[in-house]
């Protein structure tokens, strides 16, 4: 069965860092891309960023880029996401997913129960 | 880069079909069979209902059908329950960077 775990999520100032983690079990982590998306109180799902199999490409929101920078390391199954120069618009239920890729095929399959960052002072 | 548009809110009562629509451009839900559809419950993680623009996971009830038209992306719910009750999310490929996006979300309520 996949299991997605982030964790990380904490209360944090305005202009502060925060690394996010996700765990991932039950499928082999080092074959698929993975996501991170959010959604802020009571508003809709955003994507932020994206990192193919070994770390060789990744992408990233508008409002992420510079800020955010996304990482793996497949020998830990674990995915993160470091943020930094962080705002109170960013306050939100991060998740990761786990993204299927083939030839003709794209989409976020499984995701995590999510974790909250809250930028307030 | 604005999101995909979809109505805010959709209501049906038990036993009838509905769609729901997510507009995009012809340079990604228009350009790619790349459009997946979510389901949240509140408090819950997004849940895939269709991928591909018209492929249903294994598990997925029958009743949830994809289409499109031109850069819109449809979602169909046939035989509504009271547990199709949730916001649904429709989500495309761009080709571009940033990557991905996500329409506004749909609430739906069972009446």
């Known amino acids: 069965e996949v299991q997605l775990v982030e964790s990380g999520g904490l209360v944090v100032q305005p202009g502060g860092s925060l690394r996010l983690s996700c765990a991932a079990s039950?499928?082999?982590?080092?074959?698929?891309?993975m996501h991170w998306v959010r959604q802020a109180p009571g508003k809709g799902l955003e994507w932020v960023s994206l990192?193919?199999?070994?770390?060789?490409?990744?992408d990233y929101a508008d409002y992420a880029k510079g800020r955010f920078t996304i990482s793996r390391d497949n020998s830990k199954n674990s995915l993160y996401l470091q943020m930094s120069s962080l705002r109170p618009e960013d306050t939100a239920l991060y998740y990761c997913a786990k993204g299927y890729c083939g030839s003709t095929s794209c989409f976020m399959e499984n995701w995590g129960q999510g974790t909250l960052v809250t930028v307030s002072s | 880069q604005s999101a995909l548009t979809q109505p805010a809110s959709v209501s049906g009562s038990p036993g009838q079909s509905i769609t729901f629509s997510c507009t995009g451009t012809?340079?990604?839900?228009?350009?790619?069979?790349?459009v997946s559809w979510y389901q949240q419950h509140p408090g819950k993680a997004p849940k895939l209902m269709i991928y591909?623009?018209?492929k249903r996971p294994s598990g997925v009830s029958n009743r949830f059908s994809g289409s499109r038209s031109g850069s819109t992306a449809s979602l169909t719910i046939s035989g509504l329950q009271a547990e199709d009750e949730a916001d649904y999310y429709c989500?495309?490929?761009?080709?571009?960077?940033?990557?991905?996006?996500f329409g506004g979300g749909t609430k739906l309520t069972v009446l």
């Open positions: 989500c495309s490929y761009t080709g571009r960077t940033p990557s991905w996006m």
């Open positions: 990192i193919d199999w070994n770390g060789g490409t990744t």
């Open positions: 039950g499928f082999k982590f080092d074959d698929y891309a």
């Open positions: 591909d623009v018209t």
């Open positions: 012809t340079s990604d839900v228009g350009n790619y069979n790349l």
